[in-house]
């Protein structure tokens, strides 16, 4: 890439967003201020970091939009320290080449663009893979995010999307955006603190910041600032205990799942129809989408269908959308494989108390890896966290923390099974179904008795 093109790019002045985490958010490149500009990253203000988390911490309204912005300013600081401390001097010095910068920023910049509505849920239930939808926007002619990176080069935008997909040949920037420690892990632990109200994913991001090292290979960091790295991992592991495994969230989340299956089902019989049509939802529900389709679908979108079909005829999608517009959360019980049977005895229950338990009931699996080494032969090897010692030496993290090390490979697994929450509220349980009193009594206490073998 040439630097004097590069240099052009650079505004005159330089312009800032005000951001609650990291203060001011900096943009000296007109291409990133272009990027920003798009209809396809504004499109990213209406969806949710966190989905359904919000019914559950009510402060987590923030967006993807914010999110990729932090990811961005994270990504240049790193840049930034690494041209004022460790910048490239010969070709195979294994140091930072600043005419990479572009590349890192604009990859930062653009690593969230392909989330669908609500962030993961859409992803879970219309089989979508949102790291190759960013993909084919950053690639697509169609789109404006890829002829505004042709402004740059014609194979800009191919460059840039081989960070996202880990093979850009540079290992320094994609580690940059995507690692077991990285800009964009940085900024959403961070952000997601501040918005939840909650303390756990606070860490010390300027120390990191500064301790990180470029190597041949990627990134490493110095010996003295690992107690920072460990408390980075700490924290983590502690968010997704205590925010984003939350039974809660979760259970909002399985509801609107449950709903975007009744109405797939209702519009494959011919039952979504008149004031009750998803006309953006069509070439989901047929399995035959493009990538404009994709970008017409965002949380608004979504939550007026909600509205809409607050009042559908069919009673089961009705009860459904008014839980969740109502906020009246599944309730779910842990379990594991050993404990199938007893999942099938609910299910029974559920069935004999009049409710379909396709559209009331799910079985949820979420589970974290707090961090692990490096395995070649794995599915999908992580890019283990390198500790540089004073001598040049780099030991993999949990050779040289214990606390690390009691994390390492240990997946934290949280394996719900999800249920209308009347079933452990009698009252509401009787008035909702149509049993006998006597009979609903014997179905909830039956109930009951069950859960507690769990």
């Known amino acids: 890439m040439n630097p004097k093109k590069i240099k052009k790019l650079n505004l005159k002045r330089e312009k800032v967003i005000r951001d609650p985490v990291h203060n001011y958010i900096h943009i000296h490149q007109s291409i990133i201020k272009d990027l920003i500009d798009t209809p396809e990253f504004q499109r990213l203000r209406r969806i949710k970091q966190l989905g359904t988390t919000a019914f559950t911490f009510p402060g987590a309204e923030h967006s993807r939009f914010t999110h990729c912005t932090g990811v961005f300013e994270i990504t240049q600081t790193i840049c930034n320290n690494f041209v004022q401390n460790y910048q490239s001097s010969s070709p195979n010095d294994g140091l930072w080449n600043d005419e990479n910068r572009l590349t890192a920023l604009c990859a930062a910049l653009l690593h969230d663009i392909g989330h669908g509505a609500f962030s993961h849920v859409f992803e879970d239930i219309f089989d979508t893979d949102h790291e190759q939808v960013t993909r084919n926007i950053i690639t697509s002619d169609s789109t404006k995010i890829n002829q505004i990176l042709k402004q740059v080069d014609s194979k800009f935008p191919e460059e840039v999307a081989s960070v996202i997909a880990h093979t850009h040949h540079n290992q320094q920037i994609v580690q940059m955006i995507s690692s077991q420690i990285d800009a964009d892990r940085m900024d959403y632990l961070l952000r997601d603190a501040y918005f939840t109200g909650t303390n756990y994913g606070l860490f010390d991001l300027t120390r990191i910041l500064r301790v990180m090292i470029p190597y041949e290979k990627g990134i490493a960091f110095l010996a003295d600032g690992m107690h920072a790295v460990e408390d980075y991992i700490v924290s983590r592991f502690q968010m997704y205990q205590q925010v984003y495994f939350h039974p ?37 529900f047929e399995k035959n989408y493009t990538l404009s389709d994709y970008l017409n679908v965002d949380d608004c979108v979504i939550s007026t269908y909600l509205l809409n079909w607050r009042n559908h005829p069919d009673p089961i999608l009705r009860d459904l959308v008014n839980r969740f517009l109502d906020r009246s959360p599944l309730k779910s019980v842990q379990y594991h494989h050993g404990q199938n049977y007893l999942i099938n005895k609910l299910i029974e229950l559920i069935e004999e108390a009049g409710y379909k338990h396709k559209y009331f009931t799910l079985k949820n699996f979420s589970k974290d890896l707090p961090y692990d080494a490096y395995h070649p032969n794995a599915k999908k090897p992580q890019t283990q966290i390198e500790i540089m010692t004073t001598n040049g030496e780099l030991h993999e993290l949990s050779e040289e923390s214990s606390i690390v090390k009691a994390l390492t490979g240990k997946f934290q697994i949280d394996q719900r099974f999800f249920f209308p929450r009347e079933f452990v509220r009698r009252e509401e349980f009787i008035t909702k179904n149509k049993l006998s009193r006597n009979k609903s009594n014997a179905i909830f206490d039956e109930f009951q008795k069950t859960l507690k073998l769990f």
């Open 248 to 284: 809660a969230s979760r259970g909002m989340e399985a509801i609107l799942i449950l709903i975007l299956r009744r109405s797939k089902y209702l519009y494959e019989n011919d039952q979504l129809k008149g004031d009750y049509k998803a006309p953006n939802l069509v070439p989901f």
